[in-house]
């Protein structure tokens, strides 16, 4: 005979149901597993891994320094083809300072018959600066382009002092259009020039209004302008530029002393120039002692390693130098 009591069983049933609700009620929170150095030192390098692997798929900002762009080995020696103008086609070297470069004008073109023809006959390439007042001026031009010379129209223009700059000049007291309208006519007067330079000027181009009130002019006609820098003051360049015009500063005047000892001087001084910056623009004058001394000088610029080449060579020349770049030969 068993001693348990009778209602033993039962309330064991009845404590074991009590037991099985519990736990289906609030199930068993298995205690975490402790993770290793070696398992958190994994994921750390796995992560750094795909974080490089993705970078390497996002494009760079617009705005990163350029210390941070990518870069590349270009072959050497490299000679590209570039186009400078509808018309021209030039060969460029990486190499900016290759051949230095001397830009020749010869203004006051006119008054001075013999030696302006000497200047037309000079063995190298010159531009022409022609006067717009001579009676002949537009022959003048069309025989300096029938030598393979380029044509400015050397324009007068009001300079300091009392010195008279001519008939039809740009003055300082006249109205825009009164300014615009002589140098329309003076154009006219001077047929076929790529660009337009000043004779004299040194109050006119120290004007920044007067010559704003011209440039628009120019733009137009697709006219460049050399500044013959007859002023320290010139406000040309900044001015001009501005208006999309291409503009070109004289570096050297080879005669303001028209001797040989002087003039000789001068070119060193250009021969220098060219080599040191790579492009020169060099104005002289028909004058007797200039045209004896530039018959020869090509000659000696080519043992230097120097060449002569026209004014709009030597403006895209100036252009490429800011890039970096050498034209081999501008073809104009």
């Avoid at 080599?275 to 007797?288: Q, S």
Wanted: net charge positive.
């Amino acid at each position: 005979m068993s001693s348990l009591h009778p209602d033993s069983r039962n309330a064991r049933l009845e404590r074991l149901r009590r037991v099985q609700a519990l736990l289906s009620a609030n199930p068993v929170v298995q205690k975490p597993r402790r993770i290793g150095w070696f398992a958190i030192l994994g994921t750390l390098v796995g992560a750094v891994a795909m974080s490089m692997t993705l970078a390497g798929f996002v494009p760079m900002r617009a705005g990163a320094s350029a210390k941070t762009q990518p870069v590349f080995t270009v072959p050497d020696p490299i000679v590209k083809m570039a186009s400078i103008s509808p018309q021209t086609t030039v060969r460029v070297d990486h190499n900016p300072l290759a051949r230095p470069m001397i830009a020749l004008v010869i203004d006051d073109i006119g008054p001075a018959r013999a030696w302006s023809q000497m200047a037309l006959d000079l063995p190298m390439p010159v531009t022409m600066a022609i006067l717009p007042y001579v009676p002949d001026a537009a022959n003048w031009a069309i025989e300096a382009k029938a030598a393979g010379h380029e044509v400015l129209l050397h324009m007068p223009m009001e300079p300091f002092g009392l010195e008279d700059p001519g008939p039809g000049a740009l003055l300082r007291r006249l109205s825009a259009d009164q300014n615009r309208q002589r140098l329309t006519a003076a154009l006219e007067r001077v047929p076929g020039v790529i660009g337009v330079n000043n004779h004299m000027g040194s109050r006119f181009t120290s004007c920044a209004r007067c010559v704003a009130e011209v440039a628009d002019l120019l733009h137009d006609r697709g006219l460049l302008f050399l500044d013959s820098v007859t002023s320290g003051k010139s406000a040309a360049a900044r001015i001009v530029g501005k208006t999309g015009v291409p503009i070109i500063r004289r570096d050297v005047f080879l005669d303001d002393l028209d001797t040989p000892a002087a003039i000789a001087t001068q070119m060193l001084r250009a021969e220098k120039l060219a080599i040191k910056n790579g492009v020169v623009v060099v104005i002289a004058h028909p004058r007797p002692a200039s045209m004896a001394a530039l018959k020869t000088w090509p000659e000696s610029l080519e043992k230097q390693g120097i060449k002569m080449v026209s004014l709009r060579a030597a403006m895209a020349q100036r252009q490429a130098l800011e890039r970096g770049l050498h034209l081999h030969s501008a073809g104009l």
